[in-house]
């Protein structure tokens, strides 16, 4: 399988054309790496489940490379979407619209709408523009992790994830560290005001400033808990249990801001020194305790209403197997 460093043009126009003859490329984006395939390719889109084993209704996001192209995928859009868009895009945010016909069941779990952003990364626009200028409408990615597992924010963590799974054709482009860490905030269009499903990097007070409204957090999604796996009470998961009070024992891992000191005997994961950083950071910190072989992690988590929101839902499913 081809792991590709740097991404000049040619590897970007070969990649696009990968995904144009149904081959999957995993590919940077500023939140996680996602694992794309031609979001109008059942076939190609098949294999994302097959390599993710993740359960085949569970709906995908299609990436676009404009805001241009918002209505090819989706119809009878609220105002304030079209304003969301206009702020955050291209952003660490995913947009619930009603579909078009274009956005197959194969896509929306059989919903009657669909998940579209815009991501902000390099390399992630440039591959989605090159595709769309070959013909293609839009990139269908979820994380590029193994179903329920942590998600990847460099090209070797998607490696160590996938690589028993992908093919000969199959490519995985490096475009460095992700830079906000932890996946899009996932806003429900489909009613008259938006709410949050998956806090992210676009929080609920930028989005309340943006419109003017009170935005609420639902991560649970309370009509149909199973089609959202990110939503499920567990998830982002690493193999070491996740424990978000108490406190390590010499051996155990420690995740906290650099102004908490590391108790002594335990393994310091991470010392961050901001809210920014500890996301940016996490799911790396995540993948060392399992490298590390070890078997419990202490976490403190962060205050505020920043990002430390989607850091803090992404711990507690994280530890939920352990509680
Ligand atoms: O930052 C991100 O959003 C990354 C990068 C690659 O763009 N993608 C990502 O995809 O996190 P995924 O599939 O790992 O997580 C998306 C979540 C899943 O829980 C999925 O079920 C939910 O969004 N989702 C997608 N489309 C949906 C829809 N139409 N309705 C409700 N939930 C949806
Ligand atoms: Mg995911």
């Known amino acids: 399988m081809a792991n590709i460093s740097n991404c000049p043009a040619s590897i970007i126009k070969d990649a696009a054309l990968a995904l144009k003859q149904g081959h999957l490329v995993a590919f940077p984006t500023e939140t996680v790496y996602g694992l794309g395939a031609d979001a109008t390719n059942e076939k190609a889109v ?19 490379s404009s805001i241009n192209n918002l209505d090819k995928w989706a119809k009878d859009m609220p105002e304030y979407a079209i304003k969301l868009a206009r702020a955050f895009w291209p952003g660490p945010m995913t947009l619930i619209l009603p579909r078009t016909d274009l956005a197959k069941n194969f896509i929306t779990g059989d919903q009657n709408n669909v998940g579209i952003r815009v991501p902000s990364h390099t390399v992630a626009l440039a591959l989605i523009k090159e595709f769309e200028a ?17 998600s990847p924010t460099c090209a070797d963590d998607v490696k160590a994830e996938l690589f028993n799974y992908l093919k000969s054709n199959d490519k995985i482009l490096d475009g460095g560290s992700s830079l906000v860490g ?16 998956r806090p992210g990097a676009i929080t609920a007070v930028m989005i309340s400033n943006l419109l003017g409204i009170k935005i609420e957090v639902v991560t649970k999604n309370h009509n149909d808990p199973i089609k959202s796996s990110g939503l499920l009470e567990s998830h982002y998961s690493p193999i070491a249990r996740v424990y978000l009070s108490g406190t390590p024992e010499p051996g155990d ?24 950083e500890y996301a940016k950071t996490l799911y790396q910190s995540l993948r060392l305790a399992d490298f590390k072989k070890i078997n419990k992690v202490f976490v403190i988590a962060p205050d505020g209403d920043d990002i430390a929101v989607a850091i803090c839902d992404r711990l507690k499913k994280a530890s939920i197997k352990s509680e």
């Open 134 to 150: 070959q013909g293609g409408m839009g990139v269908a990615a979820p994380s590029a992790n193994r179903f329920g597992k942590v």
């Open 253 to 276: 891992g420690f995740i906290a801001l650099r102004k908490f000191l590391t108790p002594m005997g335990v393994t310091r994961l991470a010392s961050p020194t901001n809210n920014e």
């Open 182 to 197: 932890v996946e899009s905030t996932i806003i429900n269009c489909l009613n008259a005001t938006p709410f949050i499903l």
């Open 46 to 64: 098949a294999r994302i489940y097959e390599v993710k084993g993740r359960p085949t209704d569970h709906p995908l996001i299609v990436h676009i």
